[in-house]
């Protein structure tokens, strides 16, 4: 992980965390309750890493990450992530996520089908749990059938989801169910 670094930044959600190499963003850590916490996540995550300020592209990001959380509808595409060391069919997953829009949501199935079939819908929710740049990778956007939120595994849970969601203006079908 040499050559690694991370910075904290103030979002409308709470502090997060950035981690990019010379190739681009490795990781995003959503809030963890307070900057220190969040600080912690990130070395706990992603080992040798010392924080310094951010790049200009890394400023662009954290920018667009602040925007997004406000309400802006920002896709963060052009947000360029260094995914060395992912599996190719998480990546897929990812490259697929990246193309919903803010406000918009895909179920785990609809992925799954543009990955080969719908019986891959679990492996596109391992995939999404593991996800590292969450929000630049909108996992957030991906609901289970029925437009049920589906799990989510960032501190929170769904209701960080829900929260996000609810700021991109997406209409998640949230009635609660013996099932949830």
Known sequence: MTGHHYAIFDTAIGPCGIVWSERGITGVQLPMGSEDKTRRRVRQRDGDVSEA??????????????????????DLAEVVLDLDGVPEFNRGVYDIARTIPPGSTMTYGDIAKKLGGVELSRDVGQALGRNPCPIVVPCHRVLAAGGKPGGFSANG???TKL???????????HTPSLFD
């Not at 790049?55 to 920002?74: D, F, H, M, S, Y």
């Not at 929260?163 to 079908?173: F, P, S, T």
């Open 157 to 159: 849970g769904v209701v």
């Open 53 to 74: 300020p951010p790049t200009a592209e890394v400023q662009r990001a954290i920018e667009g990450i602040i925007a997004l959380l406000k309400g802006k509808p920002n």
């Open 163 to 173: 929260k996000m969601l609810a700021i991109e203006g997406a209409v998640v079908n």
